[in-house]
C-alpha cells in the first residue's frame, strides 16, 4: 500500500520541486532553514518550560500539549516547520 502511493506521489512531489525552482525556493536553503527555525522553537519553549518538563524523559510533543499554556512556542515551530 504504501509502494502504491509513493508511486501515486512522485509525479506530484517532481511537480512542487520545479515550482520552488521556478519561485526562486532553493531546496538546498529550505531544509538547514526548517531544521534551524525548528530548533530555534525547541529551545525556546524548553527555556519557557515548567519544572516538571525533563527533556531526557519527556516528548517534544508535550511541550505542544494542550493543557500546557505555552504550548504557541512549539506548535508555531511544528507548524513553520511543515510550512518551509
Known amino acids: 500500500m504504501t509502494f502504491l502511493l509513493l508511486m501515486l506521489l512522485t509525479p506530484l512531489l517532481w511537480s512542487l520541486e520545479k ?3 521556478e519561485l526562486g525556493r532553493d531546496p538546498n536553503l529550505l531544509v538547514p532553514a526548517a ?4 530548533g530555534a522553537s525547541l529551545l525556546a519553549a524548553h527555556l519557557a518550560a515548567p519544572e516538571s518538563y525533563s527533556w531526557q524523559t519527556d516528548t517534544i510533543s508535550e511541550l505542544a500539549a494542550q493543557d500546557y499554556d505555552k504550548a ?3 506548535r508555531t515551530g511544528f507548524i513553520g ?3 518551509f
Open 19 to 21: 515550482v520552488d525552482l
Open 35 to 38: 531544521v534551524s527555525f525548528l
Open 72 to 74: 504557541w512556542i512549539m
Open 81 to 83: 516547520f511543515g510550512g
